[in-house]
């Protein structure tokens, strides 16, 4: 019986993508390659506020590559996070915190296929 907890994972990225409904945007929290032994079942993250003291638990599988914020999140706002793993037998130790990201539509981030046009129209200020 292995009765491991899980090792530290590395910190979480946090990105801004499109959301679910036109015009929509949505914050996605992506963890990198964490291999643990017994496997993690998920994570619990910490999203806060640098220079806040706003911060929201919430769990997310640990099988998906990230977990994406679609509502309830107040825009032009600077996020930061942090993951814990937990399996079987309990939780492990908790990430270093990822780059802080400012939840707005102009730090969305585009698909690469979708950049390649993109970048084939001329940028006028």
Partial sequence: LDLSLPTKPPPPRLSVVQGDEEGSIALRIAWGEHRSEPPTIYYRIRLSQPGSKEVRHLSAQAGQPHHDLQRGLAKYIRYQATVVPVNVNGSGPT?????????HPRELEVPKDAA????AAPRTK
């Avoid at 990430?95 to 939840?103: K, L, M």
């Avoid at 390649?116 to 970048?119: L, V």
């Fill in 95 to 103: 990430s270093d915190p990822s780059e802080v990201v400012h939840f």
């Fill in 116 to 119: 390649s046009s993109a970048q």
